[in-house]
């Protein structure tokens, strides 16, 4: 990030990170958020690295395996918002996640819980580029497609809470093309952009940090 970029993030609105960790992992078989990657579970992994950004405030969304993920995992500065609905899909998750957020807060930073690969310099550079463009939304484009961690401002919030079923973010933001600002990143070789399969986790693996 440039020193112009973090004097304008410092002074941007205030942000909350919105991590989603609430699924049951029906494909996995076992709590993906529990899976170890790198000596700690997955979602510790996450959360550290979102924790460690400049954001305001960081929220994270748990359902299935609540009260053992709440034992297991080192949370950081976050705090934990459970959703009771997260059987009905994402967009549940997602409600759950708004209702948390402070009335101060302007925006919100959508993260998946089990993105491992993201950073706290990306999720910095993401908020500062939603600065700069002007534009109500930021995310990041891999192979040409827009991906989470998704920056939203107030002003699509109302569209995020109308999603239904197990539908999240990326609908928004690929129906919306032209109110996000891209940031274009590559995909690390072997490294899977999320955790849903066992091949995905030995992918993961394999690949190394």
């Known amino acids: ?42 979602l510790e992994v996450v959360l550290a690295r979102v924790c460690a950004s400049q954001l305001d405030d960081v929220v994270v969304v748990l359902g299935e395996s609540a009260d053992e993920i709440s034992r297991t995992v080192d949370i950081g500065r976050a705090r934990i918002t459970v959703n009771t609905e997260y059987a009905t899909g994402m967009s549940s998750s997602l409600r759950a996640g708004v209702k948390a957020v402070d009335v101060d807060m302007c925006r919100l930073v959508v993260i998946l819980g089990d993105q491992p690969n993201i950073s706290a310099t990306l999720i910095d550079d993401l908020l500062a580029l939603h600065c700069e463009s002007g534009l109500p939304a930021a995310a990041l484009s891999l192979g040409g497609l827009l991906h989470p961690p998704v920056v939203l401002d107030r002003s699509l919030w109302g569209e995020l809470l109308a999603l239904s079923g197990d539908v999240g973010c990326r609908a928004l933001i690929r129906s919306r093309p032209e109110l996000v600002a891209v940031l274009p ?25």
């Open 1 to 42: 990030m440039t020193i112009s970029a973090a004097i304008e993030l410092q002074r941007a609105p205030l942000s909350t990170g919105m991590v989603l960790a609430a699924g049951g992992s029906r494909r996995l078989g076992r709590p993906k958020q529990l899976l170890p990657v790198w000596g700690r579970p997955l």
């Open 185 to 209: 990143v590559a995909q690390s070789s072997g490294q899977p952009v999320d955790i849903d399969t066992e091949a995905d986790y030995q992918e993961l693996i394999s690949a190394g940090d």
